[in-house]
């Protein structure tokens, strides 16, 4: 499974951005999609999943501000960023989880969010 994410930029607090991933290769094998991302010094932690069925989680911090989506004709997950805070700055990664429990990572967007 290959990921491509694309996306991020450069954005001021209140502002909105839409990540968009796509996946190739052994697409039938992806159950979980979702995003990651990781602040300069901080862990990676999970932003937001959908599972091939629809189900959906979200990180707290990213409640009521974020939406996560995914078209599976088009092998794609996205994920729509709204109210944009500082703290949301980091590396957005693209993940994929198979059903064999294989993890599979996108090249990773920035996302910076400053006036």
């Known amino acids: 499974v290959q990921l491509q994410a694309s996306g991020g930029g450069l954005v001021q607090p209140g502002g909105s951005l839409r990540l968009s991933c796509a996946a190739s290769g052994s697409i039938f094998s992806i159950n979980v999609m979702g995003w990651y991302r990781q602040a300069p010094g901080k862990q990676r932690e999970l932003v937001a999943i959908?599972?091939?069925?629809?189900?959906?989680s979200y990180t707290d911090s990213v409640k009521g501000r974020f939406t996560i989506s995914r078209d599976n004709a088009k092998n794609a997950v996205y994920l729509q960023m709204n109210s944009l805070k500082p703290e949301d700055t980091a590396v957005y990664y693209c993940?994929?989880?198979?059903?064999?429990?294989?993890?599979?990572w996108g090249q990773g967007t920035q996302v910076t969010v400053s006036s």
């Open positions: 993940n994929a989880e198979t059903y064999q429990l294989v993890y599979y």
């Open positions: 959908i599972t091939g069925r629809g189900r959906i």
